[in-house]
């Protein structure tokens, strides 16, 4: 099982695309600084550098504000879970389990993610 606790800012797929004055679309440098960080979190969390070949369960607690919708972040962590070379894609997390968690104003928002291989349901 590999563990990992990310603290900082979270920002969703929401925020992913910016526009400029010109039209043209880019990804955003908050976003990509996030997923960064994450991959960073969840590289460090691997120092035996293991990739799951096999399905997946992934755990994911979010510590974030009572607005805030966790399904615009589940697709940053899964895609840090790929580039973390934990998993090959992220098509292998079969069981996925998010609980989300109010923070108390003024605290940074907070991400664990657990990572196994799946139960075969037997």
């Not at 069981?95 to 657990?114: A, F, P, S």
Request: a positive charge; glycine letters at 6%; hydrophobic letters at 35%.
């Amino acid at each position: 099982m590999i563990t990992a606790k990310w603290i900082g800012k979270a920002y969703g797929i929401n925020r992913r695309l910016e526009t400029t004055k010109y039209g043209h679309i880019y990804s955003s440098r908050v976003y990509k600084g996030f997923k960064r960080g994450l991959e960073w979190v969840l590289y460090g969390a691997n120092p035996q550098h293991l990739t799951y070949k096999c399905p997946v369960r992934v755990d994911i607690d979010y510590t974030i504000s009572r607005q805030r919708d966790i399904d615009s972040l589940t697709k940053p962590v899964l895609d840090a879970l790929q580039n973390a070379n934990i998993i090959l894609n992220d098509s292998m997390a079969v069981d996925l389990r998010q609980r989300k968690h109010i923070k108390k104003r003024g605290e940074l928002d907070e991400i664990e993610i657990r990572v196994q291989e799946a139960d075969d349901g037997r």
